[in-house]
């Protein structure tokens, strides 16, 4: 079964511009969860998805924005990219509920805002 | 053990001995327990989870124990390989944080070098 795969792999953007990130999830996982990782914050939940909605939502300003498809793959869009964006972005899926099933990660997206 | 600030704890090991990695919870709520090893560049893989309702789970070269009591998670690595050097993340399904039951909360990590 393959796994997570993210696209595109690494992005170089400068601020003010706007990006969208790629994530398609295991084949049969309905629920993404997105999560940027800095060297000084670790990972930090920034949504998740089950069946096109929404479920939960960290603490991140409105310019981080993701959406759902009918065939689970996911999205997610930064809007007027500010320095402090560059991180790696990480798609992980799971069946239905990440607190409860196994959630598996992809390789990331390494965003780098000049 | 858990990093509460920008540094991550480090571990050192000699290749062939065993590693145990800690990890202090902080929901006595969290009933589920995942391990996470994260090499440089990749995305973290899955190692290992663990429910509440067990004290102890072994995988392939590797033990999680749980000690509820003390809220406390450990990850023993037997014979550790130049290979396992890497981050290791705890990770824990806190019910409370936010009134959600959809999201994990990860720790800061743990740094395992091994030396051959």
């Known amino acids: 079964k393959a796994g997570v795969t993210q696209t595109p792999r690494y992005l170089i953007k400068t601020r003010g511009q706007q990006v969208t990130l790629s994530c398609s999830p295991i084949?049969?996982?309905?629920?993404v969860s997105w999560y940027q990782q800095t060297p000084g914050q670790g990972l930090q939940f920034l949504f998740e998805?089950?069946?096109?909605?929404?479920?939960n939502k960290g603490n991140f300003p409105g310019r981080f924005s993701g959406r759902q498809f009918s065939n689970s793959r996911s999205e997610m869009n930064v809007s007027t990219l500010e320095l402090g964006d560059s991180a790696l972005y990480l798609c992980?899926?799971?069946?239905?509920?990440?607190?409860?099933?196994?959630?598996?990660f992809g390789p990331g997206t390494r965003l780098t805002v000049l | 053990g858990e990093s509460v600030g920008l540094h991550l704890p480090t571990l050192s090991v000699q290749e062939g001995d065993n590693s145990i990695i800690n990890c202090a919870y902080s929901?006595?709520?969290?009933?589920?327990f995942i391990w996470y090893k994260q090499e440089s560049g990749k995305g973290p893989q899955f190692i290992i989870d663990?429910?509440?309702?067990?004290d102890k789970r072994q995988g392939q070269r590797v033990t999680v124990l749980l000690n509820k009591t003390v809220k406390h998670l450990s990850l023993q690595i037997a014979a550790t390989q130049p290979g396992d050097s890497a981050v290791y993340f705890c990770?824990?399904?806190?019910?409370?944080?936010?009134?959600?039951?959809?999201?994990?909360?990860f720790g800061k990590g743990t740094l395992l070098t091994v030396n051959p």
């Open positions: 992980a899926s799971s069946l239905e509920k990440p607190s409860t099933d196994t959630q598996y």
């Open positions: 084949s049969g996982h309905r629920s």
């Open positions: 998805y089950f069946s096109e909605t929404q479920r």
């Open positions: 929901n006595s709520a969290s009933d589920y």
């Open positions: 663990i429910r509440s309702n067990m």
């Open positions: 990770a824990e399904n806190d019910w409370y944080s936010g009134g959600s039951n959809y999201k994990l909360t």
